[in-house]
């Protein structure tokens, strides 16, 4: 083999070696996926802060990480659209815009209520659900939460509102607008506990000095892929773009640059 085939062979297997390595071969994609996904030429993200699940800032690069914002970003790339996250306060506000068809992905519980309103894929991250207090609190596990006098928040119109509202025979359900309003409820001593899952709870407790989720959990829930209804043509495309997140390691390494803490073994919904 002469000198100069030798060095195109060597180019050629480096630059094969790359382009496999970093991922940048994305699918073809029928145009009418693309439509069916991103009908205004750019991929819509639902997100809202403060939970590793949808999205959250790095305390040390200031970057927005999470999830939803993550995978929505690489849907966006594989799609061959522009990424453009949507911020709403809550998870509820995300499923009305879905519902609305002002946003076209995001990435949560996939709860039979909420597969009523919006496409899942199948589950690919389980979360306990638990509950946050303040140091002094009486209550070491969810079994002493279900008491006279108790006031626990929960986002409003989230699926731990629905549960829990059913579920207590004496502890109050306190709905709040957002996350950042349950912490400062908590401090006011306006509730005595935040229930949610541990995801967010853990990220709360890291700004509430001596804060504790508590041990042990009063369900699970099950985050999936969400689309809006009607983008059946894009469906199969995104399920099969979340189950190569899952099996590439993917998935797992936007999980550990969000920091997610709280799941559990995969269990069946």
């Known amino acids: 083999m002469n000198l100069l085939r030798r060095s195109w062979l060597v180019g050629l297997l480096a630059a094969a070696s790359l382009l496999a390595g970093c991922g940048a071969l994305a699918p073809v994609v029928e145009p009418d996926v693309r439509q069916a996904l991103a009908p205004t030429g750019k991929l819509r993200v639902g997100v809202y802060p403060g939970s590793p699940t949808s999205m959250v800032t790095d305390a040390k690069t200031g970057q927005k990480v999470g999830v939803a914002y993550e995978l929505g970003r690489e849907l966006a790339r594989q799609l061959g659209v522009p990424f453009e996250p949507v911020e709403f306060r809550r998870v509820a506000e995300v499923i009305d815009a879905m519902k609305a068809g002002t946003v076209d992905f995001t990435f949560t519980n996939a709860s039979a209520a909420r597969a009523k309103l919006v496409d899942f894929t199948e589950p690919l991250i389980d979360l306990e659900l638990g509950y946050l207090v303040l140091p002094g609190s009486p209550?070491?596990?969810?079994?002493?939460?279900?008491?006279?006098?108790?006031?626990?928040?929960?986002?409003?119109?989230?699926?731990?509102?629905?549960?829990?509202?059913?579920?207590?025979?004496?502890?109050?359900?306190?709905?709040?607008?957002?996350?950042?309003?349950?912490?400062?409820?908590?401090?006011?001593?306006?509730?005595?506990?935040?229930?949610?899952?541990?995801?967010?709870?853990?990220?709360?407790?890291?700004?509430?000095?001596?804060?504790?989720?508590?041990?042990?959990?009063?369900?699970?829930?099950?985050?999936?892929?969400?689309?809006?209804?009607?983008?059946?043509?894009?469906?199969?495309f995104v399920r099969t773009f979340a189950a190569q997140a899952q099996t590439s390691g993917r998935l797992q390494a936007i999980v550990q640059q969000a920091g997610l803490r709280g799941t559990a073994p995969a269990v069946a919904p």
């Open 139 to 236: 209550l070491q596990g969810p079994a002493d939460v279900d008491r006279p006098g108790m006031k626990i928040g929960v986002s409003q119109g989230s699926t731990s509102q629905g549960t829990l509202t059913q579920a207590y025979k004496a502890a109050t359900v306190v709905p709040v607008a957002s996350l950042k309003i349950g912490a400062e409820m908590l401090t006011q001593g306006q509730l005595h506990a935040f229930a949610t899952n541990k995801a967010i709870l853990f990220e709360m407790a890291d700004g509430l000095p001596g804060a504790r989720v508590l041990d042990g959990r009063w369900g699970l829930e099950h985050l999936a892929i969400a689309v809006p209804k009607g983008r059946e043509r894009g469906l199969a």
